[in-house]
């Protein structure tokens, strides 16, 4: 080699590398810039990250997105403990004989397109509604008629004291007439809530505004944003570098850092992301196929139970101890939780006695009774909750200390009622809502009915509870009554065990430090923005 | 001459166009067989797909069933496709209803956006770099761009995008952590998917100035009076740029891939994640577009590779042309 080889010479090393160190920092800039907030501007959109896509416009598939950012509203809401509350229908009246149902909107409710919210235009929306899987379906409707501008009539063919209920779920959101196309499709979202669509990208992202002529008290918060994030940990983080003011769905782990990061003065001061809690009408079960020759015995049934340490579970992968479920349905349901039932507990010694009995011995594959059949199970699970995999696994091998040999498969959330229907399934994990409207009445009357439910019983039916159900869905019973009939429901599903409770829920979000005035409907059924504000810094 | 009418041009052309048909049909009728193939009821996914897991029910699935004829038999729908197909109709969603050709060009654009970000952020890194390393071997450039390539190359782009979103977004609040809002959102996402390419390019480019720089033609430029300045530009990055270009071709699919992961952690609205929630909810129109659109776009991106293989390299036209 002769003389060094150098084309920079006028350069010097450090010159030559700034180059692409300055030509990234050019690029992030401008972005860096677009992020600092003047003070005189209004305060940017308050944002929401939350695990939901929008999976079509369809009032049964994304509707309760809509209602959740308060864009559109359903004839009725509920308080946190269920009960009917006025929302678009101002007041409503039942017929002596609970077959006519009468209801008035608020005269000055307007859609976003500026026309009045007419009755028709509530009977079009609830007559859509009626469309299986909408819950509406279940109702035994017989019309839907408009006598006037400002009133709804609802005829059943039989008295159903649930309706009140599923006219406050979000499938029965009122839309205006401009919202369907041709073919009678959702094909715009306009509502007659406190805030309008600005933007709408569907699967991921909607914004929203106030909407000027509402007939309310105007909101604080000018404009909103919703993110859907399908990774937990992102909803995490992006409420910690302060993207999101509200996310919800936190997982265990980042829960446990944001709850130590909040107790750390030091970290406090940084992040000040705050924790909001409150628990759910939601709860982990174990559906199980009762028709089966080895579960039909309810001794196996108890065993199963028993062997679960619901503690362990609860305090391990979803970071609160008191999520262990002692009975079916938490304490949030009032109404239904009952105090009086022995609590479901963990005593692997109990369990043990329990198989003896049923006739099962202990080999080293497993259990095998007393034709010397082995005991296979497979328990079917899905992936849409993260935490239902893990539980299924905790379940597996707290089984498997039990002797009971349980393979863990993995799909999707419709094998369970495909498995239900075709008789193939055998255990099942799932997250049951309780309250997908607000009263679980309609729920449990379709999960525990005599031919058994898609997410409910399976070769396993009660009279007394079916009849105690019917009685409750068709009559309004005085309070004493009510109180009997639920107290059998819950009674015999606890001795019966059609489904093996194993953890409760609590949703946690997390809440920027610029937010007042968060609270949480139990229900999921709001995010409750027109009672906030932003706090002053 | 008007160089897209000579011959190696035309040729390659030609060749890229016949490959775009059989390629689209090829994908489109596998991702069919494939779909179908796969296990659980289809109506009972599409359900659980648009009404989510709280409403799934039988009721939902015979609904769902009723309504797109899913009874009917595969090879009919598979006709229907073809035709479809013939009259550059991608269908509709099964899941979200909307057309197919709307909803891949929403995710595909935001995909694009972020391998053009994402090129660009490794070609500013990575090639510099490499020409550094190639004109200085055992320099410190060179030992610093090899143990970033290790490290960068080793670390999957999960730990990577959790590293830099801690680090830029949490600890110095300085871009967002998440989504597509602004242009802000765009920068984390293309530096995990550009570090790792420029990590690779480094050393590609490092390797292809080395080979330039050691050569006689490169020796002689510069006997012949050249300045180094000069030699440089006028012989040896030219020289140099063959093997990146092809290089780059390749990584394309790697760019893909690590989109995949990628866009789920910054819920990037991108092609990867939707492919994956089409695949989850058997909505086969959408991942035959998806599929469809992503295999067009690969012919398309190599034939702009071999384009530009072509244009740098004239000895190649010359072996096309034999």
Known sequence: MNRLFNPFSPLTRRRALQAPVAALAAGALPAA?????????????????????????????????????????????????????????????????????????????????????????????????????????????????????????IRLQRPHTALPALLAHSSTMVLAPASYGADGKVRSIIGCGPYRIALLVPPQQVETVVFDAYDGPRPAIAAVRYLAASRAETRALMAESGQADLA?????????????????????????????????????????????????????????????????????????????????????????????????????????????AAGWQRHSDGLRNAQGQPLHLVIRTFVDRPELPLIATAL?????????????????????????????????????????????????????????????????????????????????????????????????????????????????????????????DPLERSYRLTGMEWSNP | MNPLLSKPWAALLGRRLVQVLAVSLLIGTLCFLMVRALPGDLAMRVAAGRYGYDLVSNAAADAVRAELGLDRPGWLALLHWWRDMATFNLGQSLVSQRSVWHEVTHHLGATLRLSAAALAIAFAVGVPLGVWAGLRPQGWVDKASWLMAVVLRALPPFLLSVLLVLLVAVQWSFLPAGGDESQASLVLPALTLGLGLAAGLARVTRAAMREVVVSPFFEFARTKGLSDWQALVRHGLRNAAVPVTAYLGVQ???????????????????????????????????????????????????????????????????????
């Open chain 1, 33 to 153: 810039w677009a992020q600092d907030t003047n003070p005189a501007a209004p305060p940017a959109p308050l944002q929401i990250v939350g695990p939901w896509e929008i999976s079509g416009l369809a009032p049964a598939s994304s509707g309760y997105v809509f209602t959740r950012m308060q864009v559109t509203e359903t004839l009725l809401d509920a308080a946190d403990d269920g009960q009917p509350r006025p929302a678009l229908a101002r007041l409503w009246r039942r017929s002596a004989d609970g077959l006519v149902w009468q209801f008035e909107l608020r005269a000055g409710a307007r859609f976003h397109d500026g026309k009045p919210v007419t009755a028709a235009a509530v009977v079009r929306s609830l007559q859509a509604a009626q469309v299986a899987p909408a819950l509406l379906s279940q109702a035994p409707i017989e019309s839907i008629t408009a006598p006037d501008e400002g009133t709804v009539l």
């Open chain 1, 396 to 520: 597996q091998e707290q089984w498997r200390l039990a002797g009971i040999a349980v393979k863990v498969s993995i799909g999707n959330s419709g094998d369970v009622p495909r498995g239900h229907r075709d008789g193939s399934l055998q255990l099942a994990l799932a997250a049951r809502n309780y309250a997908n409207v607000p009263d679980p009445t309609g729920t449990l009357a379709g999960d525990f009915a005599a031919q058994g439910g898609d997410w409910g019983a399976m070769g396993w039916h009660s009279d007394a509870v079916v009849q105690a159900l019917q009685e409750l869905t068709r009559t309004q019973t005085p309070p004493e009554r009510t109180r009997a009939l639920r107290q059998t429901i819950t009674h015999t599903l606890q001795t019966e065990l059609p489904v093996i409770p194993v953890a409760w829920y609590r949703q946690h979000v997390a809440v920027a430090p610029r937010l007042a005035g968060v609270t949480l």
């Open chain 2, 252 to 322: 394309a699919l790697f760019l893909v891939e690590g989109a995949l992961v990628v866009e789920t952690l910054f819920a990037w609205p991108g092609i990867g994640h939707a492919l994956v929630h089409a695949v989850f909810g058997r909505d086969i129109p959408v991942v035959q577009g998806t599929a469809l659109c992503m295999g067009v776009l690969f012919v398309v991106f190599n034939l702009l590779v071999d384009a530009a293989c072509l244009a740098l390299d004239p000895r190649h036209t010359q072996k096309v042309a034999k």
């Open chain 1, 248 to 356: 919800y769905g936190l997982d265990p782990a980042s829960l446990r850092r944001l709850q130590r990061h909040a107790q750390n003065p030091a970290l406090a001061r940084r992040t000040a992301v705050r924790i909001a809690s409150v628990t759910l009408p939601r709860t982990v079960i174990v559906k199980l196929n009762a028709g089966l020759p080895a579960l039909r015995d309810v001794r196996v049934r108890q065993a199963l139970s028993l062997a679960i340490d619901r503690a362990g579970i609860a305090l391990a992968l979803m970071g609160d101890e008191s999520l262990a479920a002692t009975q079916l349905l938490p304490p949030m349901l009032g109404a239904w939780h009952n105090l009086d039932l022995p609590p479901l507990q963990h005593d692997p010694e109990a369990a043990a006695r329990l198989l003896r």
